[in-house]
C-alpha cells in the first residue's frame, strides 16, 4: 500500500536528485508506464516504480552502506514475499562494489523510511539495476524501462526498446545478453544475479 500520492513521490524525488537524474527518473516512470500499458499491468504502479527506482542513487556511499549492511541483506536474503525465490539479499559482488549499492538502499529507504510496505514495488526496485532470475512483471517493467526509456541514445537503443514493447521475456533476455557483453568488453564484473536472470532468460526469451 502506498500511504501518499503520486504527486507527493515525484516531489519528494524531485528534491532528493539532481535535475539530470530527476530528468531519467521521469522518463523511465513514463516508460514503465507505457510497457504496463502493452502488457496488461496497472500503469499507475508501473509509473512509481520508475519515480522511485534511483531514490538512493545519489546518496553518499557512507548513507547507502548504512542502509543495506544494517539489514538483514548482509548476512542472510530477505525474504519478500513474492514466492520463493523472491530474496532481497546481496550476493558477493554486491556486497564489494559500491554503484550496486543504490537498488538495495533504495528498497530499504522506500520500505523503512517511506513506509511502503507493496513487496512487489519494493522488489523491482532492488533488481531494478543487476536483474534476477523469474522476475514479476513489475521488476521486468522496472529493469526494461530503466534501459529503454526514450531519453536513452546508446547504440540500438531502438531495437531494445522495441523487444521489450513486443515481449517481457524476450526483451529481458536481449538486455542481458547486450547488459554482459557491455561489461564483457569494458572488463567490468558480473553480478551473479545477472548471470542467473541470463540463464534464466535464455530458455524463456
Given at each position: 500500500?502506498m ?11 524531485k528534491?532528493r536528485l539532481s535535475?539530470e537524474?530527476?530528468k531519467h527518473s ?5 516508460m514503465c508506464?507505457?510497457l ?8 499507475k ?6 519515480i522511485l ?8 556511499e557512507?548513507e ?10 548482509y548476512q542472510?536474503?530477505m525474504k519478500?514475499?513474492i ?6 539479499g546481496l550476493?558477493p559482488?554486491?556486497k564489494?562494489i ?9 528498497a ?5 523510511k517511506?513506509?511502503?510496505d507493496d513487496?512487489e514495488?519494493?522488489s523491482a526496485?532492488?533488481?531494478h539495476t543487476?536483474?534476477r532470475?523469474?522476475m514479476?512483471?513489475?521488476?521486468k517493467?522496472l529493469?526494461l524501462?530503466d534501459?529503454?526509456?526514450?531519453s ?14 513486443l515481449d517481457l521475456?524476450?526483451g529481458?533476455?536481449e538486455?542481458l545478453?547486450?547488459?554482459i557483453?557491455?561489461c564483457?568488453q569494458?572488463k567490468?564484473?558480473i553480478?551473479?544475479?545477472?548471470y542467473?536472470?541470463?540463464n534464466y532468460?535464455l530458455?524463456?526469451?
Amino acid at each position: 500500500m502506498m500511504k501518499e500520492s503520486t504527486e507527493f513521490y515525484t516531489c519528494l524525488i524531485k528534491n532528493r536528485l539532481s535535475g539530470e537524474r530527476f530528468k531519467h527518473s521521469i522518463k523511465t516512470a513514463e516508460m514503465c508506464r507505457e510497457l504496463a500499458e502493452k502488457h496488461g499491468y496497472d500503469p499507475k504502479k508501473a509509473y512509481l516504480a520508475g519515480i522511485l527506482h534511483d531514490i538512493c542513487k545519489e546518496e553518499s556511499e557512507k548513507e547507502l552502506k548504512r542502509l543495506i549492511f544494517s539489514e538483514p541483506l548482509y548476512q542472510s536474503p530477505m525474504k519478500l514475499g513474492i514466492g520463493d525465490s523472491a530474496v532481497c539479499g546481496l550476493d558477493p559482488l554486491e556486497k564489494e562494489i559500491p554503484k550496486l549499492w543504490h537498488a538495495p538502499a533504495g528498497a530499504v529507504y522506500v520500505r523503512e523510511k517511506l513506509e511502503v510496505d507493496d513487496t512487489e514495488l519494493i522488489s523491482a526496485i532492488r533488481f531494478h539495476t543487476v536483474g534476477r532470475e523469474n522476475m514479476s512483471k513489475l521488476e521486468k517493467i522496472l529493469y526494461l524501462g530503466d534501459l529503454v526509456e526514450r531519453s536513452r541514445d546508446y547504440p540500438e537503443v531502438e531495437k531494445y526498446r522495441e523487444y521489450a514493447l513486443l515481449d517481457l521475456n524476450h526483451g529481458m533476455y536481449e538486455a542481458l545478453k547486450w547488459t554482459i557483453n557491455d561489461c564483457l568488453q569494458r572488463k567490468k564484473q558480473i553480478s551473479l544475479y545477472t548471470y542467473e536472470a541470463y540463464n534464466y532468460y535464455l530458455k524463456k526469451g
